[in-house]
């Protein structure tokens, strides 16, 4: 409704959020946004995708999670190099 309605006519964008979002019940800002995003999921408006989005953020806990292993291996191996280093009884 909101895309058929901002093809018509696409200078009252502000008119159309709200009187669209009236007729359905839901908040226009709420409304701007969702269709905010189909325009980028689409390829219509620039900007990071969902899939993109969702994408990165299953990296950026991959890369926590590994910095947080590699910071753990860092902390063993300079345990255990400290232990070789010590003279034997």
């Known amino acids: 409704m909101v895309?058929?309605?901002l093809n018509d006519d696409p200078g009252s964008q502000r008119g159309v959020f709200a009187r669209v979002?009236?007729?359905l019940g839901i908040n226009a800002?709420?409304?701007?946004?969702c269709v905010r995003r189909?325009?980028?999921?689409?390829?219509?408006r620039p900007g990071t995708t969902s899939e993109d989005a969702e994408?990165?953020?299953?990296?950026e806990k991959?890369?926590?999670?590994?910095r947080h292993?590699?910071?753990i291996l860092k902390?063993?191996?300079?345990?255990f190099a400290a232990e070789l280093d010590r003279p034997s009884r």
Do not use: H, K, W
């Open 69 to 71: 292993a590699n910071a």
């Open 3 to 5: 895309l058929d309605a």
């Open 55 to 59: 994408r990165i953020a299953e990296l």
């Open 38 to 44: 189909a325009q980028i999921d689409a390829g219509d």
């Open 29 to 33: 800002e709420t409304l701007r946004s």
């Open 75 to 79: 902390s063993a191996s300079a345990f």
């Open 62 to 66: 991959e890369v926590r999670e590994l």
């Open 21 to 23: 979002g009236d007729q």
